[in-house]
């Protein structure tokens, strides 16, 4: 038996259960709990992209972390006009995520 939570007040969406993709065979990376970027009023949550992004993040990172910093300026000029590389923007909400991928394949690398 579950127990049903009431409704939430004003109209508000709740998010039931897991979003799941036809491609969910792909590994999720390990988030080590909750990374998180410390600002000066709170902690923010890394943004994670949808499965089908995430992937693209997750071998544009791998690629990054091996070739450097010159393969993503590459990258940029080349797929400018592609939303699919909008992570590669540091405005962009999935690039905290992105530059977290570039990081752990890096350190991954070293070891």
């Given amino acids: 038996m579950v127990a049903e939570a009431p409704a939430p007040a004003g109209g508000a969406i709740v998010a039931v259960g897991q979003a799941r993709s036809a491609a969910g065979a792909l590994p999720t990376p390990d988030l080590e709990g909750v990374k998180q970027i410390i600002t000066q009023t709170r902690a923010i949550g890394i943004i994670l992209p949808p499965p089908d992004i995430r992937a693209i993040v997750d071998k544009t990172a791998q690629f990054v972390a091996k070739n450097g910093i010159e393969f993503e300026k590459r990258i940029l000029a080349s797929e400018a006009n592609n939303a699919k590389f909008n992570f590669l923007n540091p405005t962009d909400p999935y690039h905290a995520y992105y530059r977290m991928r ?5 350190q991954a690398v070293k070891e």
Avoid: L
Avoid at 102 to 106: H, L, N, P
């Fill in 102 to 106: 570039v990081s752990d394949v890096e």
